[in-house]
């Protein structure tokens, strides 16, 4: 237990001096808003609003993982850096668990705050209840824990970082049509709105809506329930010796 917090500890610390992360957690979110204040001013209805901060709470979560996490293990891998953890009495799986905690802290603390913070800059502070709040939670902690064991799941697969910042490329190109930031999926043709529903980050997208709205309680928490079993899934097919070492040292 005591090298898991002091690998989790060493993390959190790690996660505020990594660049990448530091722009898809914090700075990446705050200019997409900037973007929607000062670009979409004329669409001043709440439900536009709220339905683009959602949306962009979503591209937070989602990229902080599909590009903070990812990068940041294959940095660290390819410079060894978790051989050091490996001598520790921790488990694959406990380092594993540990990396994706720290994120986990971040990334909810940071959502609830962006949330809070944009819907009072924006006038809509009162569409937030006690409810909402509590169903925000879960929504955003089962979102995060997918996101974050789908992003072990493509660096377990891809082992080089261009690969890696590759595919991540083509994913967030589909969240951003799949969180309808900026355009409602309305606006768009009927085989665009197809293809954008196959996407699991459109039903990621809607559970934080509702949620946020405080209504469909059933189906907000069966569908969290779906992504954190999912979430499960994934991180017990990731955390191993493949994920943590480079294929060389493997040999």
């Given at each position: ?230 979430g499960i899934i994934l ?8 994920l943590l070492t480079p294929?060389?040292r493997m040999r």
């Amino acid at each position: 237990m005591g090298a898991i917090l002091s690998i989790l500890k060493l993390e959190i610390k790690s996660y505020f001096t990594n660049t990448s992360a530091l722009f898809w957690t914090f700075i990446y979110p705050i200019l997409m808003l900037l973007l929607l204040v000062f670009v979409f001013s004329k669409n001043t209805t709440d439900i536009f609003y709220f339905n683009s901060i959602i949306g962009l709470m979503g591209l937070l979560i989602i990229s902080s993982a599909i590009f903070g996490l990812t990068q940041a293990i294959a940095s660290s891998r390819s410079h060894n850096v978790f051989l050091f953890y490996a001598l520790s009495p921790a488990t694959f799986k406990q380092i594993t668990l540990a990396l994706i905690t720290s994120r986990l802290i971040v990334v909810i603390l940071y959502a609830f705050i962006f949330i809070v913070l944009s819907f009072y800059a924006l006038n809509i502070i009162t569409i937030l209840n006690f409810k909402a709040l509590i169903l925000g939670f879960v929504s955003v902690f089962s979102s995060a824990l997918f996101c974050f064991c789908l992003a072990i799941f493509v660096a377990r697969i891809f082992q080089n970082e261009q690969s890696i910042l590759g595919f991540c490329n083509i994913i967030n190109l589909y969240v951003l049509m799949s969180c309808n930031v900026f355009v409602p999926l309305e606006y768009l043709p009927n085989i665009g709105q197809l293809f954008i529903k196959t996407s699991i980050f459109y039903y990621l997208n809607q559970l934080l809506i509702k949620a946020f709205q405080g209504i469909d309680t059933i189906l907000v928490l069966a569908t969290s329930t779906f992504f954190i079993i999912g979430g499960i899934i994934l991180f017990l097919l990731s955390a191993n010796r493949m994920l943590l070492t480079p294929k060389e040292r493997m040999r």
